[in-house]
């Protein structure tokens, strides 16, 4: 399985001034992320670590981590949705908190 779990930044990041989403964000779709490999970090996942790089779009950008990760799905969507607990598993990962959860049940899609 490999997992990419993109980040994002957006509006530089000062605290007193508003981002473009206004507090939404577009949920999150799992699926094929069509991330385009360079023989770098091709070499990189190879050697068993994982490939991490910054992407600027003018004055915001997002971090890109991709790692091969060797364990079940189902495991490694339960770490991916832990956002709670961020912290404990992400490095230099202060503090990180869901504000709003919504569940859909498996009828509803």
């Known amino acids: 399985l490999t997992m990419n779990v993109p980040f994002s930044a957006e509006g530089g990041g000062a605290i007193d001034q508003g981002h473009p989403h206004q507090g939404k964000v577009s949920p999150f779709e799992p699926g094929d992320p069509n991330v385009k490999l360079d023989n770098t970090a091709v070499e990189t996942l190879q050697s068993g670590k994982p490939y991490q790089t910054q992407i600027q779009h003018g004055t915001s950008g997002r971090g890109l981590v991709v790692q091969d990760v060797h364990a079940p799905t189902d ?3 339960e770490r991916i949705l832990d956002y709670d607990n961020y912290a404990k598993m992400v490095p230099n990962t202060v ?3 869901n504000y709003n959860v919504t569940k859909k ?4 899609g």
């Open 75 to 77: 495991v490694v969507w």
């Open 95 to 97: 503090e990180s908190k």
């Open 105 to 108: 049940d498996a009828k509803s």
